[in-house]
């Protein structure tokens, strides 16, 4: 569940940039409908938000890979050692 969630935020944050943008660049483009404003805004959400996706799973498991290794690694020293 908590990784829907995730996906969902990052669903809003590329929703919300390419809505900051659209309108940073809006001098620029010719629209002549609310409905091409807000296809736009959805055309350039989506490679936004597949890369943010990308980013979020890549590290995501190299996380878990440094979690893994690190409990691996950490010696176990509960007293004096006897040599």
């Not at 944050?13 to 940073?24: E, G, H, I, W």
């Not at 989506?46 to 893994?68: C, D, E, H, M, S």
Request: aromatic residues 10%; without cysteine; charged residues 15%.
């Amino acid at each position: 569940m908590k990784s829907f969630k995730i996906i969902f935020i990052l669903f809003l944050l590329s929703a919300a940039t390419s809505a900051v943008v659209f309108f940073l660049n809006s001098a620029e483009t010719i629209t002549s409908s609310t409905t091409d404003v807000v296809g736009e805004i959805a055309v350039v959400a989506v490679p936004i938000f597949i890369f943010l996706l990308f980013v979020y799973l890549i590290v995501r498991a190299l996380g878990k890979t440094l979690v893994k290794r690190n409990k691996k690694s950490l010696p176990n020293q509960e007293g004096p050692k006897a040599v």
